[in-house]
Structure formats: structure tokens, C-alpha cells
């Protein structure tokens, strides 16, 4: 639904420009060999907001511990492919696959044949944004890395983040809105 030219303006507004696209790759260096840590912080969090453990959770509010460790493996890979993003048509059309994954209209559970909520309400979507980038800093910072290099590579991932974030909205807007 959005095409190369759009993505394009997208970057463009959100001021990601090839700086960040090279602090994005070498933040990839440091965050490989500590991915599962930053997960476990990711998933302390959800586990500890349970508006937010819900998403994961059947009807009787128990978490899918199946569901939680398919998404866990496919949000690690996200970690390495925001890092790696290339933002090509490939890629575009994954960011429009994933909106979809959030959403009754679209494929909640489908994937994994999960039995959690059937939605996940934007506003927890959009609200991420920040536990994911601010929770993610102390890892970019690891191994003495600069604080210069730090603070772009966060920008980085911040921009990064939120293009990501708005992409995966379309599927909550009207046709037109978007």
C-alpha cells in the first residue's frame, strides 16, 4: 500500500538520512552478540504492564507461553533487520505484513495459530516507540563506545523505529487516511 516513492518522503519528513543508515549498520555489531539480552528486557516489560501482556494472552488471561516465544524469535530477527534494513519493496511490504499481524481486520494469531487477543489497540503501538529505544541506549552504549557514536546511533534507531511504527498503522486507518 505505500510505495518505494512515499517511503521515500517518509524518510525524507523523518529526517533518516545515510548517517543514521550507517549508524543503524554499525549498531547492528553491537546489538547481534546481545540480542537475547535486550529481549529479556523487552519482555520484563511487557510481562510487567499487563495491558500490554494481554496482547499475548487467551480469553481467560493467560498467557500463550507458545505464542511468546515465536514472537520472541521473530522480534530478535527484527532487532537484526532494523539494523540491516535495506528499505526496499521487500522490506516495504514485511512492514505492511507485520501492521497486519497486529490487527483483527488483518493476522492477529494467524501466524502462529495463536490463541491471544485479536487486536492490539494502536495506541500500545505507537506507545512502544519509546521503552523500545529508551531500554535499548545502554546497549548501544556497551564496550565503550563514544558518546557521540551513541547518541547517533539512538537517533538512529529512534527514526528508524517510529518510520517502522507508522507503516504499521496503515492497516488501523481508514482507505484514504493513511
Do not use: C
Not at 5 to 22: S, V
Not at 81 to 92: I, K, S, V
Amino acid at each position: 500500500p505505500v510505495s518505494l516513492q512515499e517511503l521515500e518522503l517518509l524518510k525524507a519528513t523523518l529526517l533518516l538520512g545515510e548517517d543514521d543508515l550507517a549508524a543503524l549498520r554499525r549498531s547492528g555489531d553491537l546489538l547481534a552478540p546481545r540480542v537475547e539480552e535486550v529481549l529479556d528486557v523487552w519482555y520484563g516489560f511487557v510481562a510487567a504492564n499487563p495491558h500490554l501482556l494481554a496482547a499475548f494472552s487467551n480469553a481467560h488471561g493467560q498467557p500463550d507461553q507458545s505464542y511468546l516465544a515465536a514472537v520472541r524469535r521473530r522480534f530478535g530477527q527484527w532487532i537484526l533487520d532494523t539494523a540491516a534494513a535495506d528499505y526496499d519493496q521487500a522490506w516495504l511490504d514485511y512492514q505492511h505484513e507485520i501492521g497486519l499481524r497486529h490487527t483483527r481486520h488483518g493476522k492477529k494469531n494467524q501466524t502462529d495459530g495463536a490463541d491471544g487477543a485479536d487486536h492490539i489497540p494502536l495506541r500500545y503501538v505507537l506507545a512502544l516507540l519509546i521503552p523500545i529505544t529508551v531500554t535499548l541506549r545502554p546497549f548501544l552504549a556497551g564496550g565503550g563506545t563514544a558518546p557521540e557514536e551513541v547518541e547517533a546511533m539512538h537517533q538512529a534507531w529512534v527514526k528508524a523505529v517510529l518510520l517502522q511504527v507508522i507503516l504499521w498503522s496503515h492497516p488501523y486507518v481508514r482507505d484514504g487516511d493513511f
